[in-house]
């Protein structure tokens, strides 16, 4: 099993910024990817960006050039730094792990409980 915990979040203006950041603990495997979802309201959770335990950061088309995600291996740490935020960047944020076993071709996923981020206009 792994925990995430998440902080951050919150109210902020349109153009403004926000520092998402995540926890793990638990039994993460050496090969993972750990990123960060959101879902609005009535609309389906989504990808906004994951990176691999070695490195490699992926990113949803319409936070390319605002958000930037790190992690720090030796903390199990995640973060996601949003800038130049819009009101449709509006949802709760989820943290997840996603634990990967090669040799099995298995897959474990983890979620945090969700962080509210709102932005105005």
Wanted: charged fraction near 20%; proline fraction near 2%.
């Amino acid at each position: 099993q792994v925990q995430l915990v998440e902080s951050g979040g919150g109210l902020v203006q349109a153009g403004g910024s926000l520092r998402l950041s995540c926890a793990a603990s638990g039994s993460i495997f050496s090969i993972n990817v750990m990123g960060w979802y959101r879902q609005a309201p009535g609309k389906q959770r989504v990808l906004v960006a994951d990176i691999t335990s070695g490195g490699y950061a992926n990113y949803r088309d319409s936070v390319k050039g605002r958000f930037t995600i790190t992690r720090d291996n030796a903390k199990n740490t995640v973060d996601l730094q949003m800038n130049s935020l819009k009101p449709e960047d509006t949802a709760v944020y989820y943290c997840n792990i996603r634990n990967i076993r090669l040799v099995e071709g298995k897959v474990y996923d983890y979620w945090g409980q969700g962080t509210q981020v709102n932005v105005s206009s």
